[in-house]
Each structure stands twice: as C-alpha cells, then as structure tokens.
C-alpha cells in the first residue's frame, strides 16, 4: 500500500513549488516539493506543466527507456488520494489536496443537488442533463480558487478542444487563455506558440489524455497503449529542439499510474443483492475506491459483509477514519469532503474492483484502472527539462 507523500514527495507539494516560481501572492499551505529549488523554476522566462493523463512511474521505466522523457526524468513522485483525475487534475489545475478542494473521484455525491454527478463534465448518473445555466454548477459545487489566479504570471491552459470549454475546464482556468487542440501536434503547437507570442513571464499548462483512453480500453500492456506513448515521446523530444532557444522550463508528470483488473477480479455489485440492501444511495468514487452510503440501520449489517464476505478483497474503513489520518491531504479538511466520501469506503486491494450500475447509465467494460493505492497507481514521474537559458 502507497500512501501519498504529502510531506514533500507529491504532486501537492510540485505545486506549491510552482506557486513559489509564478510569484503566488499567498504560499500554498504545504511543504515545498523536495529536491526542488524554486530558483530553478523562478528564474526562468517561461514555465510549462505538461500534465499527461494515465502515465505511471514504471510504465516509463519500462517503455521509455532511451527516450526523451526518460533522458529528463528528475524523480518519482506519488499522486493523491484518490489517484484519479477527478481529484489529481483539480489539484494541477487549483494547487490544492483533496483534503481542501473536496472533489473525490468520477462519482460524487453532491449535497447541494442532492444528487450523484460525474465530477468532470457535471453531469448526473444515468440520463439527462442538470438544468443549470453554463457556468452555475461549479460556482455551486466548487469551493476553491484556480491556481493560475493565485500566480502573478500570464497564464494559459491548452487541453483537447473537447473539454476546453466545458464547465470544469472554464472555472478552473480562471483569468487564463485558454487554447484547444485536437491532435498531438497541435498540443505542442500551440504551446510554442503561446511562449513566443508572450512579451512576459508565462505560465502554461497543458494536458494530454489519450494515454488514459487507451489504457482503459486495452489494458497497460496492450501494443496500443505503447504505440500512443512512443508519438507522444517523441514528439516531446521534438518539442525541446524545438523551443531550445526560449528560455523554458518544461515540467512533465501525470495525474496517476494504471494497473489491469481482469474480468474475474471485477465485481458486480449485483451479484451481491444483500449488500445492496443495506446501501442508501447508489455506489460513488470510482472501481478501486469505492464510497458507500449507508442504511443507519443496516449499517451493521453492511460491516459484517463486508468483512466476510470481501475481506480479501477490500480494506474497510470509515470516511471520518480516513480524513482524520491525512488520506486526502494534510491540514484543515473542507467541510463538505465528509459528505463526499460517504459513511465507508472500500480499497480495493491487488487488482480487484467493485462496480454497480443504474438505469440509463451506459454500461462499459474497463481492464485499465487507477485510483487505488498500489505503487502503479500511485507512483508518477517528474521529468523537468531546460530549454534555453
């Protein structure tokens, strides 16, 4: 079991590096990353933060070998808890753990709509659409600020032209550009294109999600989940040649790693009718952490299951026991996390998963997951290269 490293060793504590860097106008409230000289970053004219969806720490060693993000790789970090993007990505995009921005994996519950959403298109289990105006939900459901209106620097964020203007995307971009593409090339381009255009100090992030895709569909081992990582490196090399006389420094890291569950490591919550008695609200979180809502007077009853039944399956733990031992973040948690993490939540353990379905939701085969705590998951590379001086 991986545990994130809050205490200088996360992509919470990269953060707060950065926000030192781009002149944040108050320090994020943990440590610095370590090993990290934030004149390293400072000094620099531009600042680039590639974010790539799914890339796992060992999945680079294992594939990158020679290549130009493993010729630039500077350490290993962990992820967060849940390492997920839901949770991952809100903390590259506000600066912030889990334990403040509260959102918690791909199925939440919200309070406020009384009501379960998928967190990044803001959109309720099943079918349908909230009826909200553009904008509204994340100004009712988000509580925290953007990182790039923490920073002094220009800002921009460059991601697929399919998510770039949605609700999620928009809040979190804040006062920044923002900029979409479509393809592999026109992600580098188009943040070439912005350092050159910038006559001050910038700061750009840009994310890449084919990786994930490809990994839940076909597994990590599959030949195309290689193929896409040896475009997307080489098309990193490219991208240093080719902003070799900027003065940049270009960070690369991922949001989590991925492993495969197989279909008989994968459980249906159906199969498991005397479980779903004793559950108030339909499963949330996600396959490898899963946040249960429980009956108050079954809430017995569901323990024992658990624990007979998928003891060696999944650890069992109270959503109050893992706030209080710093699952999600260190620090003062934001008081609605509790409300989103359910009465229990269960890890999974090895490679196995928990999944239950509702009416109108599509349903779809995963072998690729993430979220838990095993060290593929967990564990993420930080690759940082020079360019210029």
């Known amino acids: 079991m991986i545990r994130p490293d809050y205490a200088g060793g996360s992509i919470v504590n990269l953060m707060r590096t950065l926000g030192d860097a781009c002149g944040a106008r108050q320090p994020l409230p943990y440590p610095p990353l370590r090993n990290l000289k934030v004149s390293l970053l400072g000094t620099a004219r531009n600042i680039v933060l590639l974010v790539i969806d799914g890339l796992g720490y060992d999945y680079l060693l294992r594939h990158g070998a020679g290549g130009a993000l493993h010729r630039h790789l500077h350490s290993r970090l962990t992820s967060v808890f849940p390492s997920t993007t839901a949770s ?83 809040y979190h971009s804040g006062r920044a550009a923002v900029r979409g593409y479509r393809t592999l090339a026109e992600l580098f381009g188009q943040v070439e294109a912005r350092l050159r255009a910038s006559a001050a100090p910038t700061y750009i992030y840009a994310y890449y999600a084919e990786l994930d895709t ?80 429980v009956k108050p007077d079954k809430e017995t009853r569901f323990v024992d299951y658990v624990q007979d039944v998928l003891g060696e399956c999944a650890d069992l733990y109270s959503g109050s026991e893992l706030i209080a031992q710093g699952w999600f973040g260190p620090g003062e948690a934001d008081p609605r996390l509790a409300a989103r993490i359910g009465d229990y939540v269960l890890v999974m353990r090895e490679n196995w998963t928990l999944r239950d379905w509702v009416e109108g939701e599509k349903r779809y085969k995963q072998l690729g997951v993430h979220a838990g705590v095993s060290a593929d998951e967990m564990h993420v590379p930080f690759v940082l290269a020079r360019c210029g001086a």
């Open 88 to 170: 991952a990505v809100t903390t590259y995009l506000s600066g912030l753990a889990p334990q403040q921005h509260a959102l918690t994996g791909w199925h939440m519950y919200f309070s406020e709509l009384d009501a379960i959403a998928a967190v990044l298109p803001l959109r309720p289990r099943g079918a349908g659409l909230f009826d909200a105006l553009p904008g509204a939900l994340p100004l009712q459901l988000f509580g925290h600020a953007p990182f790039v209106d923490r920073i002094a620097r220009r800002a921009t964020i460059v991601s697929p032209q399919s998510i770039a203007g949605s609700d999620f995307n928009l």
């Open 214 to 293: 490809l990994a839940h569909i076909h597994g990590v081992g599959s030949d195309q989940l290689a193929a896409q990582f040896a475009q997307l490196d080489a098309a990193f090399g490219d991208f240093l040649a080719t902003i070799a006389d900027t003065d940049t420094v270009v960070l690369a890291c991922a949001d989590h790693g991925f492993i495969d569950s197989p279909p008989e490591r994968q459980i249906e919550l159906a199969q498991h009718p005397e479980l779903a008695a004793t559950l108030a609200r339909p499963l949330c979180g996600e396959r490898r952490v899963v946040y249960c809502y």
